[in-house]
């Protein structure tokens, strides 16, 4: 079964322009919510995250959006830039628990020039 | 953020040997380290988590006779294939929680195991 689910596994987007990378979740009892980029043969890099009381968090470029009501949050990256071309992971976490992060599958961004 | 460090980025092994992988924290202290594992095109699947001074939890289906897991310092946590096979060939990664509220996993940079 699973809890985080990114059901675009691809996304193109023109340089410039704003990317939205979106993701699912069927707990509500998830207290963090993140967002990681991962370029091939590399880790994970951590981006930004939103605390599940809160609705918005914004880093510079990039913005997560958190919908409640219908599990749903979303990565804008504006404006996309070549180098944000790579593979995003949503993941989610409950605070003051077993400290586990379960993650989606991942989309992988193409920013065309 | 903070610095994990994951050592050798790459490892090419015979059929049988053991093939110990090294995670570090380097900024800060971790109580808890995390081993994933990565297959082709897939997402990062959570192997075990590794707490300092005790004995690692392996998620169902990861045999921990075969990946040893020792987690002996704040900043050292260590992973080792033991008699690998052709079909441990992944890409391994690690990560480490810096403590605080918002457990965020900072992640190494990965080692490639390709078993021959």
């Known amino acids: 079964d699973q809890q985080v689910k990114q059901n675009s596994p691809s996304l193109s987007v023109q340089e410039g322009r704003i990317s939205i990378l979106n993701c699912d979740y069927t707990?509500?009892?998830?207290?963090?919510f993140l967002w990681y980029k991962k370029y091939p043969a590399e880790g994970p890099t951590f981006l930004i995250s939103?605390?599940?009381?809160?609705d918005k968090n914004e880093d510079g470029r990039f913005t997560v959006f958190l919908n409640k009501s219908a599990k749903h949050l979303s990565l804008h990256i504006v404006p996309s830039q070549p180098g944000d071309s790579a593979v995003y992971f949503c993941?989610?976490?409950?605070?003051?628990?077993?400290?586990?992060?379960?993650f989606g599958k991942g989309t992988r961004l193409h920013i065309l020039p | 953020g903070a610095v994990v460090s994951q050592h050798p980025s790459r490892v090419i092994c015979k059929s049988g040997t053991s093939v110990k992988i090294e995670c570090r924290s380097l900024?800060?202290?971790?109580?808890?380290m995390f081993w994933y594992r990565q297959f082709p095109k897939k997402s990062l699947m959570l192997m075990a988590t590794?707490?300092?001074?005790?004995?690692?939890?392996?998620e169902q289906g990861v045999e921990k006779d075969k990946f040893l897991i020792n987690h002996a310092s704040l900043t050292l946590s260590t992973l080792t294939v033991t008699s690998a096979h052709p079909e441990d060939s992944s890409f391994y990664i690690c990560?480490?929680?810096?403590?605080?509220?918002?457990?965020?996993?900072?992640f190494g940079a990965g080692t490639r195991l390709s078993v021959l």
């Open positions: 990560s480490a929680r810096t403590g605080d509220l918002k457990n965020i996993q900072y």
């Open positions: 993941a989610a976490s409950f605070m003051n628990r077993d400290d586990k992060i379960i």
């Open positions: 900024d800060f202290q971790a109580t808890t």
């Open positions: 590794s707490n300092e001074g005790s004995k690692a939890t392996y």
């Open positions: 939103i605390s599940s009381i809160k």
């Open positions: 707990n509500s009892m998830f207290d963090y």
